[in-house]
């Protein structure tokens, strides 16, 4: 975490305000809801980008097996 403020530039002072921005933004009951959202867009994008390099896998798999059998039969 403290790798992440660092490439951002921030320090506790301003970690510090940007929590108090978003509580007094958000309120402390949505900020539940909120993160939950968050929470189920990064599952959902982790999910799909999952499911593209599972199918790249196979298409580059399935190339590999066509090519070879290309080759074994001339």
Known sequence: MSHLLLF???GSQE???LVLAVL???GGKKIPELMRGIGRGIREFNDARSAINTELKEGMNDKDKATSETKSSS
Request: avoid cysteine; glycine fraction near 12%.
């Open 15 to 17: 970690v510090i305000l």
């Open 8 to 10: 951002f530039g921030l």
């Open 24 to 26: 007094l933004l958000f």
